[in-house]
């Protein structure tokens, strides 16, 4: 090759170079990572889909036999607690989360405000975190296993339970004890939109107030535009959190059927009914709220 | 509108300004008071119903204040629950499984926020996906697997190896938020800093040692501070886990504490260890108060730089 050719091939070879020297020190940073999402997810997950379509021959080295769809019809026409705790589940997911996106942002904004006592409003506000994930939160929720309560949310007070009557009353306990329990588990939410809101420009709200904006104007042209990538993290966030969370009978459910029941291969595909509908859920999410997202313009 | 009415009586119309404010501001406070009554209702009634006497307990006049404070409850609860032995293998397993979280999250962070490699797209997704796919989906494979490699059942400090080894892989108790949240952050910062690095000659690893992380002390904090609480209050896994009575985690205790009240429809209940002492409701209250105490502890101390960090961090700023 003539020497001319040579200067010529240079600049894109060692750009290609470059790029992929920059590609190996990447996955240099990322062999914990991918070591452990091959062992510890990748893997148990193949193995979770493998057993919701098989039925277990041997426990020893999980020897399993390939039975189609039967656990999965097994499920749905066969155990009778299954559909109903599913549809419970969802039904409260779609009532949960817009609730708890709403308060939490409110919240948000009220402790957002210069004032007094600013750091106890926050602290108080994360408390149910710390007291939150675990068993703890379970049992003062009173929604143990065997229902019994330590602590009911706050009660209609009596007068006013004497002057609307029995079912209106109900109906007022359900909100409020839906929604005692819903505030409980927005901590996390809050914070993230307390972090949303600092982030916002004060400038733009000096703007809007020099042309004569109203608070109540900032808060719709300014405010929720700007939070609605916060808004979309947190919802994906919600559902997830209610998902997971121990206090969901479905989960409870499928720990039954795995370490009490010990039907390995009906839990996975349970857990996997469960799961695909929480992915429909966020993507879900995402698909409709996409579109209202505010882009601040800064390529990822 | 307003320059009209001004004109007619300015002085009336200024003190009707005053009041508006000052009523607003009476009725922001009190939403605000109620609304953190509702968040520190639980953690209120835990406190006063863990001071408690046996015959206040019954006493239905007895709501909010007890007609006098016992702190036996306390002293009871203590012994009961083992706390001095199980304290220290949460704080060990909380430790070293927020210490994973922090090394393999912000490596993993860093290298999806700063570089461009083949199947990076592929490979954030599954980030995402390890974000939404919750542990009792996986639990039985990996039971099975870590009863394969012999790490339950070992009566040793090995227990704690189910917990403790995923974080340093960046898996564990939420890690695909940790790496989300180390990531947004790393994308935040100006190349600058890297490139004067690399031109003067500094390798990957140590740009990201001594360059990087020590920037990165917003995420750091509160990645820390959310695994600690995360992981000391989680009870699912280590119930699921950990088998030797010796090597119980704090929370899971609690359910114990809990089926032995429920036994008997809440009336007496000889303690074998303390003879003759009844456990009642509050000494359970004072169990998971104490349960709970040095990680409220704590948040205490870190709570303003707590939420500093979340602001500083970059975590809105998808």
Known sequence: MSVQGKALARKPRKKMGIDRKRSLEAYIFLIPWLIGICVFFAYPIFTSIRLSFSKITSFKGLITEWVGLTNYEYIFFYDINFVPTFLQVVLDTLLNTPLCIVFSLVIAILINRKMVGRGFFRTAFFIPVLLGSGYIMKQLLGMGADGTTITTGIMVPRLIADLLGVSITEVVQGFLDRITVVLWKSGVQIVLFLAGLQGISGSLYEAAKVDGATEWEMFWKITLPMITPIILMNIVYTIVAFFTDGTNPMVDYIYKMNFTNQMYESAAAMSWIYFIFALVLCGAAILLMRRHVYDSGSKN | ?318
């Open chain 2, 1 to 318: 509108m307003s320059t009209v009415t001004a004109k007619g009586g300015g002085r009336k119309s200024k003190a009707a300004r005053i009041a508006k404010t000052f009523s607003l501001r009476l009725g922001f406070y009190f939403l605000l008071c109620a609304l953190s009554f509702i968040f520190l209702y639980p953690f209120i009634t835990m406190i006063v119903k863990s001071l408690m006497t046996d015959d206040d307990l019954y006493n239905i006049t007895v709501k909010w204040l007890p007609s006098q404070a016992t702190w036996s409850n306390y002293d009871i609860a203590f012994r009961r629950m083992r706390f001095k032995a199980y304290v220290w293998n949460n704080v060990i397993v909380c430790g070293v499984a927020t210490l994973g979280h922090i090394l393999s999250c912000s490596l993993t962070g860093y290298a999806f926020a700063r570089y461009r490699f083949r199947l990076k797209n592929f490979l954030f997704a599954l980030v995402i996906l390890m974000m939404i796919v919750p542990v009792q989906v996986i639990i039985f494979p990996l039971y099975k697997q870590y009863s394969d490699w012999g790490w339950l059942n070992t009566k040793n400090i090995l227990s704690f190896l189910p917990l403790v080894v995923p974080t340093f892989f960046g898996m564990g108790l939420n890690g695909g938020f940790f790496i989300f949240l180390f990531r947004q952050f790393f994308m935040g910062l100006p190349y600058e800093m890297e490139e004067a690095a690399r031109v003067d000659g500094c390798g990957p690893i140590r740009t990201y040692a001594r360059i990087m992380l020590p920037m990165a002390q917003a995420p750091l904090l509160v990645c820390s501070v959310l695994s600690l609480v995360w992981h000391w209050n989680d009870y699912f896994e280590p119930g699921v886990y950990i088998t030797a009575p010796a090597y119980r985690m704090l929370p899971s205790v609690l359910p114990n504490l809990y089926a032995l009240l429920n036994q008997e429809n809440h009336t007496m209940i000889q303690v074998n260890e303390l003879e003759g002492i009844v456990f009642n409701e509050a000494m359970l209250m004072a169990a998971t108060f104490l349960c709970i105490l040095p990680i409220l502890i704590a948040y205490l101390i870190l709570q303003r730089r707590f939420m500093e960090g979340v602001e500083r961090s970059g975590l809105t700023g998808m």
